[in-house]
């Protein structure tokens, strides 16, 4: 710990990409820029308007939330990030601007966990910092995290909990444990399945991959993570030890259906109208659903497609994925360049983008607008494989191929 305060390039990393959204959030939000997109209806303005009244209760000495939201039934508390805003207004008043900077502060958290995580994984720390800059203006983010949204904070308790989860498999402590459970309990609270595919990625790494301990002492250690981990869905989200009951809610045909159904018809909300691909899930026979999940996988994964944008607002999306193109090239060869070499740790980055993107095409990969919002974390993960991917060796092949090609 003490090595990473010393860290200046960690110092200057958090600072850049935190005025770089700040800049975000400020050019947002005295142009609106967020109407333009969702119709001037949002998330945001519901945590805004829960955070302004549980800012008011407190200040008139009520201080039970329960009580608050017994008052308001109106307000949405089904998870603690309207909490978290309220503690920003409850010290410099209730006004959405200071929520959304509160956010900046959370996405520059997201870039410096990036950078720890290369580093962890003995990547180049010039890289890990080019890398955490890249992730600082990855556009899905900068739009998200600037706007009073659950997200920033989502993503950076997820990049911190696989921070952690790395270091547990690349050497156990007590200490890092500790703190990465802790981690899980708010995690699941503000989006349950990615503290969900959090739980399953570090279950099957520990396994698999937790060399530093014998086979014996794993085993008997996955049987008591196992149990612990049964808690944190029972606390975070109600939904019963081990998820059980969220899962039995949640996993069945009529679940997905309704579920899918709800996104595709979402009209103005924070992920912008008219993103629908109209992709349909089928539970007619076998066959039927492989081809659309797998379609959906792929729209997860690669989309939105340039035949897929009707709307000029949507034509924005190629910003991030025509680098996200590019970048793949590198992700790929830099994933390649980790199983070579037995980078087991990395692993984890892997199975947890993986895992995450079956998720989202299960229920939602017909809304561009939303998945991606969502899949932020899961790209993140793979962008952390950037470093592994391009070397100085490899830039100075591509400049002379430019300079033979007069470019």
């Given amino acids: 710990m003490k090595n990473i305060l010393k860290e200046h390039k960690l110092l200057s990393l958090f600072l850049i990409v935190f005025a770089l959204h700040i800049v975000a959030v400020l050019v947002m939000h005295f142009n609106n820029v967020s109407s333009f997109f969702s119709d001037g209806i949002g998330d945001y303005m519901i945590y805004d308007k829960?955070?302004?009244?549980?800012?008011?209760?407190?200040?008139q000495g009520n201080l039970s939330i329960e009580k608050v939201k017994d008052l308001h039934p109106e307000i949405y508390l089904n998870h603690f990030y309207p909490v978290v805003v309220t503690a920003v207004y409850f010290i410099f008043g209730p006004n959405i601007l200071a929520g959304e900077l509160l956010n900046a502060v959370f996405c520059a958290l997201i870039s410096v966990f990036v950078y720890l995580i290369i580093v962890e994984l003995a990547g180049e720390k010039k890289w890990a910092f080019l890398t955490g800059l890249i992730v600082g203006v990855y556009p899905s983010l900068v739009f998200n995290g600037s706007l009073l949204l659950k997200d920033a904070l989502q993503v950076c308790l997820t990049m911190a909990a696989l921070f952690f989860a790395i270091k547990i498999i690349k050497n156990f402590n007590i200490r890092d444990f500790?703190?990465?459970?802790?981690?899980?309990?708010?995690l699941t609270n503000l989006r349950f399945y990615c503290g969900y595919a959090v739980m399953l990625t570090?279950?099957?790494?520990?396994?698999?991959?937790?060399?530093?301990?014998?086979?014996?002492?794993?085993?008997?250690?996955?049987?008591?993570?196992?149990?612990?981990?049964?808690?944190?869905?029972?606390?975070?989200?109600?939904?019963?030890?081990?998820?059980?009951?969220?899962?039995?809610?949640?996993?069945?045909?009529?679940?997905?259906?309704?579920?899918?159904?709800?996104?595709?018809?979402m009209g103005g909300n924070s992920s912008g109208s008219g993103s629908?691909?109209?992709?349909?899930?089928?539970?007619?026979?076998?066959?039927?659903?492989?081809?659309?999940?797998?379609?959906?996988?792929?729209?997860?994964?690669f989309a939105p497609f340039v035949w897929q944008l009707k709307y000029a607002r949507h034509f924005l999306a190629l910003f991030e994925m025509i680098p996200w193109y590019f970048m793949?090239?590198?992700?790929?060869?830099?994933?390649?360049?980790?199983?070579?070499?037995?980078?087991y740790q990395s692993y984890i980055l892997l199975a947890f983008a993986v895992i995450f993107l079956m998720a989202l095409a299960l229920f939602d990969s017909s809304n561009f607008g939303l998945f991606m919002r969502i899949r932020i974390p899961a790209f993140i993960c793979l962008l952390c494989f950037l470093p592994f991917?391009?070397?100085?060796?490899?830039?100075?092949?591509?400049?002379?191929?430019?300079?033979?090609?007069?470019i």
């Fill in 276 to 301: 629908d691909l109209g992709l349909k899930t089928s539970f007619d026979n076998p066959i039927d659903f492989a081809v659309s999940y797998l379609t959906g996988f792929i729209y997860v994964s």
């Fill in 202 to 265: 570090f279950g099957i790494c520990w396994l698999f991959f937790a060399k530093s301990i014998d086979i014996k002492k794993r085993t008997i250690y996955a049987v008591i993570i196992a149990m612990l981990f049964g808690f944190v869905p029972l606390f975070s989200t109600g939904h019963g030890y081990f998820g059980v009951d969220g899962l039995k809610y949640f996993l069945n045909k009529d679940a997905v259906t309704s579920y899918r159904h709800a996104i595709s018809s």
């Fill in 178 to 186: 500790l703190i990465f459970y802790i981690l899980l309990f708010p």
């Fill in 50 to 59: 829960g955070a302004a009244i549980i800012t008011e209760q407190f200040s």
């Fill in 389 to 406: 991917g391009v070397n100085d060796n490899l830039i100075n092949k591509l400049k002379t191929k430019l300079r033979w090609l007069n």
């Fill in 328 to 343: 793949l090239y590198f992700i790929i060869r830099g994933i390649v360049k980790c199983i070579r070499d037995k980078k």
